[in-house]
Each structure stands twice: as C-alpha cells, then as structure tokens.
C-alpha cells in the first residue's frame, strides 16, 4: 500500500432488527482485513441527539466504554479495540449532538457566511468532513494514515434520527469514488418454527429502502440460525441485485471469536477487496492464532466460577468490557468462564426480610463461586450488598478483584469491619458521614454531569516493590491505566487504614490519590480505582483479571513464579521492559500458566 493516495471505506449497516451483531460484523471484517496485511481504523455513527455516551444509563444502551483520551464512547469502540488491538479517540465515535453542536458553533462564529444553515448541505457535509478527518488519524501506534476505514452506522435502515447519516453516507460514496467504497449490509433472514425454511422477504424489504434511499449494498451479511441454503442465496441474490458470491451468512457460532474466521472461509475478503478495487492485495488472511483462541475457548472443560456483585446484573451488556477480559482471562488459565450474577441489593437485610427466596439464591450464588468481582458503578442502590461481598469475600479467603467502586466499598467495609467505624461511608451515599473514607473529587462538578468526571488514561505508581500487583504488571515502576469515577478514597484516612493492615500499594504521581488496595495475608484481594478491562485483549489479557482467575484456579503462585524467572531473562513478565503490561499466553502447559515472552499473543 506504499504510496497509496486513496483512503478505502467500508460501511456497516443494518436492517430488519436491531441487536443483529453490527459491531461484531465490523469488527471481524477488520481483523479479516488486518490479517489480509492492511492497516485499519474504525467509525461508530450513534445517531443519538447525546453528544457523547458519557450520561447514558448502562440499562439503557449498555456500557460506557472509555478511551484513553476520556471520550466515553460507544460499547462497539471496546469491540474494534479489542479485536484490532488498536486505540481509537474520541473523535471515532460520531454523534448526532457532536455533528450538531459543531454546526452550530460554527453558525455562531459566522463561519457560514450570512448562509441559512440547513441539514443539507451544512450537517451532511459536517459529518462527511468528519469521516475523511478521523480516517486518516493513524491508531495502531504507526506512523501514517490507515489504509482501510469501517464505518458503522448505528440503528437500523428507515430510523428517522439517521436519515441525515444515510443522505452525507450517500453522497460520501460519490465524493471518494466507487472503487474506494464498500457497502456491507446485515440483515435479518429468519427461520420459522412452523415450518422450518429461511424466509428472504424481510432482508428484501430492509434493501429496498437502503437503496431508496441513495444507497447500493455491495455484499450482504445475513444473520441466521443456520448457514444460507443454495436457493435462499439464489432467491436474494436475484431481488437484491447482490452477487451470489457477495452474500455471506453469519450464522450463530459458539463464541464470537469464530466470525472473522466465518467471513474468511466464505472468501469475504475476497469480495470486499474487489469492490475496493484492491487487486494488489494477494495475501491469504493469516488468523492462525485467531484460530487456535477460538478453537481452544470451545474445548475448555474445568469451570471456573466468578461472582459478579453488581447493580446492573439484569443486563450483561452493561458490564461487557468486564466480561470480555474474564474471558481472556479464563482462556489463558485454561478454564471455561462461568458467570455467577449476583444482584447486589439482594445480599442486603432489607431483601432477606422482603424477598428471602431472591435472598438466599444471591447468597447461594456468591458461595459457590472461586471468586468473587465488584464492578464499578453509580448510585446508592445495592452498595450495602456490595460491602457484604467484599466483606466475604476477605473473611473467607475467597480471591477478590474491587473495581472503582468495588475498590471504595472493600475500603469502606475495612474501615467498618476492622477500624470499629460502623458509620464510615463514602459522602455519594452519606454526605454527612463522621468517617468519610470515601470523598469527592476536589476538581469535579457536582452539578454538570457530563465529561466532568475524572476519565481516560492517567499514570499509577507503584509502591510496594513485591506486592501481588505490581509483580502481575512485571514489576514496573508504573502503569497507565482508564480512569472514570468522580469519588475516590479520603488521604486523610489512609495512614489509619494502612497501620491496620490494609495496603495502598499503588497511587498517582502526587500521592494523594490512591489507586491499588491489597491485603498482603490474602491469596488474592486486589481493589483499584481505574478500570483495567478497558485495555484487555483477546491473547492479551489484563494483568488484574489474569490475577483473579488465576488464583481462583489454583495457579497464582506458580504464575508469580514463571514471572519473576521471565523477568531475570530479560523479560518482565512476559514482555519487554519497555511494553507495559502487553500480555501473551502462548502454549500453555496442561496444568498451568506460560507467559509468552513475546508478548504475541497465542500460538497453535
């Protein structure tokens, strides 16, 4: 691609329903097209009035997920990260309140000219400025532009709020060339019960208003139950005006893993680099690890099971980033991921007197578990249930992994537990507390809510050489980590703390703000107030959560061994010294964990 002037787009959308795998779909297809030796980025369009994801209620659209320059962004963004392993901005997340705002910004300082500012052409032309902008900001930590752009577009084809998307996509397809576009569209065909045969009609209809619209889909990627038969193919071919060799079928597969390798077995790169017109791109996707990852996630066997203590229990989306890198996590140990939800308010009193069947099922669930997971979170609803966890889980031995406010309740419930100070509290659920162990940021508003918390990539120090944490991230000096919370641990509190035996074994560059809690006479009770899934990868996973499932499986310490010979190799802890917690867990033995020194993820 030397040389190359040209940017390629491949465009995402959707139809019949919505929930089909978008962010999936598109991401695979850029790990189909990362491996064919292309150099890619990606763009999600929400075309939500919020300028940003940031205030959004994780019941309603799911996780935040944060990048590191603080945007909080979109779930899909976790999934291209985690599936390019690259690091996208805040700017690769497009918004209807983004593209408006900057319109209107751009109105007030009369850069229009006297003009009457209208959808089209000041918004369509805004959002195609947009796209051709972040395209070309390089996100896989090489110098130049990316070769390859997959833009999703967010809802399904006819929603009213997307409509000025789909008019500025239409006329982008014109302004960059045929041969430089390349419109993928996931549809639905499903499978009736009755009678058993894959009906076309709704992936017909979804087409046909794609294309009254301005738009021509390239290939079709159809959700199904089943792989297409021969004269469904057919059947959607002739109506759709799509090549039979354009439609592929994503059907429903054992892990998500195996999609990119759906797409290369149907010849979707094949497809797609044609209709960019990419001839020079002769190489054969290489997805030999990607192969053996998601061959190796079907044949685990030994569970290992993870309490998760949340609020937001009745909808897995809203803690996906920290599922995903339990996953990796369990993979690299070894065992099959089994997830214990545990709703938070359910362990309380209060429910054992309401509802003492959800009470005893929740305890139930949390006693079962090799280990148990406190998310973060906002809100007073369920924290005491929370603080009951952390509590059992330190009483018992049990490994415990505390994120942002998993890490303020484990602090809060020592306070009470072991200080004798039963009213400490956190000033979010008590403002008027006499043991603040919990405070407010000095910095943060109280009264906007949006961008004002303390959010992105922010630097932790270590300060116990030998402590469980700074040996999982090889020992550095320090880390750079996401951050999204607007409360943190009181530092007036902390010398109290720490005379009764509670670590802070990690803070920032001032020392005020505290980072990493350990309990050094625990097999494993590690709390920090950053949120270390944001970074974890497929072969890569976090240091933390490869901790945790490492010693709920009984191999911790012969993980922490393997490190500390790795690091007097040369290595730290299964990478260089100069590659932070960059994580590989190549060819593992049968009974335990091997860090791959190159840190390459995992090998056939």
Not at 183 to 210: A, C, F, M
Not at 586 to 600: M, Q, R, S, V
Request: hydrophobic residues 40%.
């Amino acid at each position: 691609m030397a040389g190359k002037a040209e940017m390629k787009y491949v465009l995402v959308t959707g139809g019949v329903v919505s929930g089909l795998g978008k962010g999936v779909t598109a991401s695979s297809i850029g790990v189909l097209l990362q491996a064919c030796g292309l150099r890619v980025t990606s763009i999600k369009i929400d075309p939500y009035l919020n300028k940003d994801a940031g205030t959004m209620s994780p019941f309603e659209h799911g996780e935040v997920f944060v990048l590191d320059d603080g945007g909080e962004v979109d779930l899909d963004l976790g999934n291209y990260e985690r599936f390019l392993d690259v690091k996208l901005t805040r700017d690769n997340n497009i918004t209807t309140g983004k593209i408006y705002q900057s319109v209107i910004d751009k109105e007030r300082k009369g850069d229009y000219l006297g003009k009457t500012v209208q959808v089209v052409p000041h918004i369509t032309d805004a959002i195609q400025d947009w796209i051709e902008r972040v395209a070309a900001i390089p996100v896989d930590g090489k110098e130049g532009p990316p070769d390859v752009c997959v833009i999703e577009l967010g809802g399904t084809i006819g929603d009213i709020e997307s409509m000025p998307f789909i008019e500025a996509l239409g006329q982008f397809s014109y302004r960059v060339g045929a041969g430089n576009f390349c419109l993928i569209h996931v549809s639905l065909v499903p499978v009736l019960n009755v009678v058993g045969e894959q009906k076309t009609k709704p992936t017909q209809h979804s087409v046909r208003g794609l294309r009254s619209l301005g738009l021509t889909p390239n290939i079709l990627a159809c959700r199904s139950t089943t792989e297409l038969d021969v004269n469904v193919k057919e059947k959607l071919s002739r109506f759709c005006h799509v090549p039979e060799e354009n439609i592929v079928t994503l059907y429903d597969v054992s892990n998500i893993w195996h999609i990119p390798l759906l797409l290369r077995d149907q010849k979707a790169h094949e497809a797609i680099l044609k209709v960019l017109e990419l001839p020079c791109i002769t190489t054969k996707p290489v997805l030999k690890e990607w192969t053996a990852r998601a061959q190796l996630s079907d044949m685990l066997i030994e569970p290992v099971r993870v309490a998760m203590v949340g609020k937001y229990t009745g909808l897995s989306d809203s803690y996906l980033s920290v599922l995903k890198a339990l996953l990796h996590a369990s993979v690299a140990c070894r065992r099959k991921l089994v997830i214990n939800w545990v709703p938070a308010s359910d362990l309380e009193d209060a429910t054992a007197i309401e509802n003492p069947d959800a009470n005893r099922a929740a305890w139930n669930s949390l006693k079962s578990a090799d280990a148990v997971l406190v998310p973060g979170g906002f809100g007073d609803r369920g924290v005491e249930g929370k603080i009951i966890a952390a509590k059992y889980a330190r009483e018992n031995n049990i490994p415990y992994l505390g994120i942002c406010l998993g890490m303020q309740t484990a602090v809060i419930e020592y306070a009470r537990s072991i200080l004798g100070l039963e009213n400490a509290n956190s000033t979010e659920f008590d403002p008027n507390t006499k043991s603040p162990c919990v405070i407010f940021m000095p910095e943060g508003s109280k009264t906007h809510m949006g961008g004002t918390m303390r959010l992105g990539s922010r630097r932790t120090y270590f300060h116990v050489a030998d402590s469980k944490a700074s040996q999982l991230y090889g020992s550095q000096r320090y880390i750079d980590e996401r951050h999204r919370h607007r409360y943190e641990v009181n530092p007036d509190m902390v010398p109290e703390l720490e005379k009764a035996g509670l670590s802070f074994t990690g803070k920032d560059e001032s020392g005020q703000r505290m980072q990493i809690i350990e309990l050094g006479n625990h097999p494993y009770f590690v709390a920090v107030q950053f949120h270390p899934e944001f970074k974890s990868r497929p072969g890569k996973p976090s240091a933390l959560f490869l901790g945790l499932l490492a010693a709920a499986s009984g191999q911790l310490d012969v993980m922490l061994k393997k490190s500390v010979a790795t690091k007097t190799n040369g290595f730290v802890n299964g990478m260089s010294a100069g590659s932070p917690h960059r994580y590989g867990n190549g060819k593992l033995p049968a009974n335990g964990i091997h860090i791959n020194a190159n840190g390459n993820g995992l090998h056939a």
